[in-house]
């Protein structure tokens, strides 16, 4: 096939000597999203000794000896030295206190033009303003400046006592710096400063916007990308806000990620597109969030209305006990029932029927009832993706429109009997069923109030799936068929909080019982296990009964019974 031709963004990039990086062709800076500075002493070590055996291989050879720092990815416009760093901000801020700590060791002369290479002189000729050749973020930015660039700072570092993880790092790349530095004597101080500014490079990759960016620095990282899709779109918002209030907005959307943490964050990101695609994603976060999320596109709008209550309901979501406070007790339990899913496909609707609807404890319980019941009937019948989607982008225009409890959060007579079909089936050989299942079962049979923090939960059979020829389990179960029909089913199952034994596995049931299902006390945690043990014989007849005791407070539960 032949594909259409397509204009690509410019990539300029070159190997470039730190003399014309630490030069007026660039004023870099920091974005806001970006991590603050991070490098510890080992890494810092690290560097100072790798550029120094460089050195010395330099100067003991005579060879043209060179030294590669890596790479760094800019965002940067053709003729202009601004560039905002999406990749390499470590290394440069390293490098610019490594300047200003040569700077200041050296003598009044010296210190005047090594200076340069920390703070580009402002020319009124020109009509240009002297202007620091690194700016940090806006929190470190002010700390950076009075401690490491300003001359004469860098011999009279501030105590760590009290400082941020990151002006504390500052401090001490300075101080290590300084103490080697120190112990040097002048004329390899000049070498080094020398070997930087004429031997030492950076590959210098320069893209128009951070798309572009983040597609070059994916490439470049293997192991994968330290920006998330979140901190390119909190770089796109924070481009659009004034500068005035730049700050309030970036510590704002900040509060929201600290308190649901970094992986999460994302995922908030993820459920808001869903909210508005209503369909299944097609392109990467950054890109479609902000095709879809037409809030979006004004700062002010979508931190409030939007970022701001989702953020603080998906706090809650992922918080049972918080749920609870908020929504009262049952409509949390049905929560806790509905995280054991495989799949979070369900939480978008959540989110924006709690953060639009604010609903009474009551109300809250029915409309996670409606949901906990389409979720599950999903999970058992096993949808795929694509019809997950489109059952729940259904629910999230009912709810667009106002109607939380419309026909889209309702089984269908069709629904329902698959549903049964499904449940009265060999479970066991779902594998990603079973577990939840049983323990949603579980949870019914004790009325709710059953918790489950166990390391290990197991689901075993009661009849075993392999009984031996000479056991009592063929004379209880002598017809085959009826005997393959009962093995994977709901009655024949139950949970331990062990790991399977598989020679127990085949025991009769009275040693069964005795020696392998009681657990501490000759009890177990589980009432699906508990009425096991308390059956004298294990046949046809008893596991019909149960299969249908079972199914009823399943179809109890979630309304799905055939009508009488």
């Given amino acids: 096939m032949q594909f259409e031709p397509m204009e690509l963004e410019p990539i300029k990039a070159g190997q470039e000597r730190l003399s014309r990086v630490f030069s007026d062709e660039f004023a870099f800076a920091i974005p806001t999203y970006q991590r603050p500075y991070a490098w510890e002493k080992e890494q810092v070590e690290a560097l100072l000794d790798d550029i120094l055996s460089a050195l010395t291989d330099a100067t003991d050879t005579r060879e043209p000896v060179t030294y590669f720092l890596g790479s760094i990815v800019l965002i940067k416009q053709p003729g202009s030295p601004d560039a905002k760093v999406v990749d390499g901000q470590q290394r440069l801020t390293t490098l610019t206190i490594l300047f200003s700590v040569l700077r200041d060791l050296s003598t009044p002369e010296i210190a005047i033009r090594r200076h340069s290479y920390v703070c580009e002189d402002g020319d009124p000729d020109k009509g240009t303003k002297s202007r620091y050749r690194l700016t940090l973020r806006k929190r470190d ?8 660039q300003r ?24 101080k290590i710096f300084s103490d080697r530095a120190k112990a040097m004597t002048p004329e390899l101080r000049d070498r080094l400063v020398a070997f930087l500014l004429q031997r030492c490079y950076l590959v210098v990759i320069a893209v128009a916007n951070v798309d572009m960016a983040h597609r070059v620095f994916t490439v470049l990282n293997a192991r994968g990308l330290d920006l998330t899709p979140a901190d390119i779109l909190k770089a796109d918002l924070l481009d659009r806000v004034p500068p005035q209030d730049e700050r309030d907005y970036a510590d704002a959307w900040e509060a929201i990620e600290e308190q649901l943490g970094r992986e999460r964050f994302v995922e908030l990101f993820q459920h808001i597109r869903m909210i508005y695609q209503r369909d299944k994603p097609r392109e990467r976060l950054e890109v479609g969030f902000k095709k879809f999320v037409t809030d979006f596109s004004d700062h002010k709008r979508f931190l409030r209305e939007v970022l701001q209550p989702l953020g603080a309901t998906y706090a809650r979501l992922v ?25 979070s496909d369900w939480l978008p609707v959540a989110l924006k029927y709690f953060a639009e609807a604010e609903p009474e404890p009551e109300e ?18 096993r949808a795929d993706i694509n019809e997950r989607i489109r059952r729940y982008a259904a629910v ?16 269908s007579a069709a629904d329902k009997v698959a549903f049964r079909v499904h449940l009265d089936g060999p479970i066991y050989q779902i594998t990603r069923v079973r577990l939840p299942l049983l323990l949603r079962l579980d949870a019914e049979l004790s009325s709710g109030g059953a918790t489950y923090n166990y390391d290990v939960v197991s689901v075993e059979h009661v009849l075993p799936q392999t009984p031996s020829a000479s056991s009592q389990w063929l004379k ?5 068929a009826e005997r393959e029909t009962w093995t994977h089913k709901l009655a024949n199952l139950m949970l331990l909080t062990l790991r399977k034994n598989i020679q127990a596995s085949n025991w009769d049931f009275a040693t069964k019982k005795e020696r392998y299902f009681s657990e501490s006390g000759g009890v177990s945690p589980f009432v699906i296990t508990t009425q096991v043990l308390g059956e004298d014989v294990w046949t046809p007849t008893v596991l019909q009964d149960r299969q249908n005791a079972l199914l009823a407070r399943l179809y109890s539960a979630w309304d799905i019974a055939p009508d009488a």
Avoid: C, W
């Fill in 141 to 148: 930015e002010e700390f950076f400046r009075e401690t490491i």
């Fill in 151 to 174: 001359k004469d700072t860098t011999g009279a570092l501030p105590s760590a006592k009290g400082l941020t993880d990151s002006r504390l790092r500052i401090v001490e790349a300075a």
């Fill in 396 to 411: 999230l225009t009912d709810l667009a429109n106002g109607v939380p409890d419309g026909e889209s959060m309702q089984l």
């Fill in 319 to 343: 918080s049972p006990f918080d749920f609870a406070v908020h929504y009262g007790e049952e409509s949390a339990k049905r929560l806790r029932y509905i995280t054991k899913l495989d799949n």
């Fill in 364 to 381: 809250a319980a029915q409309f996670m009832r409606r949901l906990e019941t389409l979720a599950y009937f999903l999970f058992v019948t």
């Fill in 476 to 480: 209880d179960f002598p017809d085959e």
